[in-house]
């Protein structure tokens, strides 16, 4: 027995071994020099219920060893790939790398390689230079217009000194101007810097494409040579889906989509466009218009579900201007007073005019008696409510007593219906059928020798 007990103990600290590795560590560069930093790529594996806790580089001498650590419990395996950046810069030499992986306390991988650091060098970034371009010509490298021997390697930024993907100037995308080519290197290599003047050859330029948002209800004309950016030429004419179209777009007529501005060809450059995105936006819907009568002794209404349609981002206004909540804000009747209540909801952007809808308020006044609370009821509920075809009437007593009399009565106090409640000990249910009724408020009176208690019931 005790055989079998250490057999199965050795296979799984085999397989919690495999489940915490490193299975490779990726170095780069690939030949770095005394003037750059070095990244650790870490591959390997660890339980699914793992956590990587992080990094701890230490040097001594020519030896680097970054311990890298984890924690959690076992079972499973799933990958991972950690990024430990901006390592030295090292003197110029042969480096040994060790890695070891600790989890919960236990090294149970390491792994080792190499990597030789090159003696640094200051940059050249080559000598100013200058070209002019046809706007619609192929894309080609920015470090070709550098005059010198610029080396290769370094950052190219845009004018606006964003960075240039590969360093490629694209014909009819990117806009003229100076572009930066720079080397930022660490010490005790120095960092260099050159300029270029790409200039597009006159009257061949669309400009830069460019995007612009308008209401799709309407709203005032656009020009959309202004869109463009870059320097367009003035003589191009604009098309959309392959017909003519002026430089004007009107909101809620024009169609939305790709307009193309296109220059005609001067030797040696041919035809260039540019193209503008007119993009639509939905004005704000707040929904449709509606009344409300309330009891005047009501002192909290959500207005909301008055409403259809309605987006839930706006606010409500009271009838004297007051912003009172937004959408399922429980608006105080009794204390803003009956009136026009605005539910207001503003356009993305401000590209849409906001749009308003009017809940109007009237009040009706109390039906007498609501004060002569019976304090014997302790649960007095209605649901729906608002209610369309029955409503449910649950009531629960503190103690059992005297018999209760269900009442319905509407707004001007006028009963309805009324009958006996049913208790079984200290609680009745009662569903009502109320389809048959007017739509409108009405009061549920639960009456008894000890006073009463009344709930208001919409019906809609």
């Avoid at 590795?21 to 930093?37: E, F, M």
């Avoid at 930022?184 to 050159?194: G, L, T």
Wanted: charged share 10%; glycine share 12%; with cysteine.
């Amino acid at each position: 027995m005790r055989k079998h007990i250490l057999f199965l103990g050795l296979v799984l600290t085999a397989s919690l071994a495999q489940a915490q590795v490193i299975t490779n560590v990726v170095i780069t560069p690939q030949n770095p020099t005394a003037c750059t930093l070095i990244n650790l790529n870490v591959f390997g594996t660890i339980p699914t219920s793992g956590m990587l806790l992080g990094f701890s580089p230490s040097v001594n001498g020519t030896v680097i060893t970054v311990s890298f650590s984890g924690s959690g419990g076992t079972g499973g395996s799933t990958p991972f790939n950690q990024l430990l950046a901006g390592l030295g810069p090292f003197a110029p030499g042969p480096y040994t790398v060790i890695v070891p992986f600790t989890y919960n306390g236990t090294v149970t991988s390491t792994w080792t390689g190499s990597f030789t650091v090159a003696p640094g060098f200051n940059p050249d970034a080559g000598e100013y230079g200058d070209t002019l371009i046809c706007n619609g010509g192929v894309p080609f490298p920015l470090i070709s217009v550098l005059n010198g021997n610029p080396d290769v390697g370094g950052d190219w930024f845009y004018p606006n000194n964003t960075p240039v993907p590969n360093g490629m100037f694209m014909p009819g995308i990117a806009t003229e101007g100076f572009y930066l080519y720079s080397f930022d290197v660490e010490a005790p290599c120095i960092d260099a810097s050159q300029q270029i003047l790409i200039q597009f050859i006159p009257n061949n330029s669309p400009g830069t494409s460019g995007t612009v948002q308008v209401c799709a209800s309407g709203g005032a004309p656009v020009n959309l040579f202004t869109v463009l950016g870059g320097t367009p030429f003035v003589g191009g004419t604009w098309a959309f889906n392959g017909a003519p179209h002026s430089n004007i777009f009107t909101p809620g007529v024009d169609a939305c989509g790709n307009y193309i501005y296109t220059v005609p060809g001067i030797a040696p450059c041919g035809p260039a466009s540019a193209t503008v995105i007119v993009q639509c936006v939905q004005p704000p819907n707040a929904g449709n218009n509606g009344s409300l009568t309330v009891l005047s002794c009501d002192t909290v209404e959500n207005l909301n579900s008055t409403l259809q349609g309605e987006p839930n981002t706006g606010i409500w206004v009271s009838p004297d201007g007051f912003i009172i909540g937004g959408f399922n804000a429980n608006v105080n009747i009794a204390l803003n007073g009956p009136g026009a209540y605005g539910y207001v909801v503003t356009g993305q952007g401000g590209i849409c005019p906001s749009d308003t809808a009017f809940i109007v308020v009237d009040t009706l006044a109390c039906v007498v008696g609501m004060e002569e609370l019976d304090q014997n009821v302790a649960r007095f509920l209605l649901s729906p409510n608002p209610a369309s075809d029955q409503v449910t009437i649950e009531v629960e007593l503190v103690q059992p007593g005297d018999a209760h009399v269900l009442e319905l009565l509407d707004v001007n106090g006028q009963l309805v219906r009324s009958e006996q409640m049913i208790f079984a000990g200290t609680l009745a249910r009662r569903v009502l059928a109320v389809g048959d009724l007017a739509k409108g408020v009405y009061m549920v009176r639960l009456s008894s020798p000890q006073g009463h208690v009344m709930r208001r019931l919409m019906l809609r």
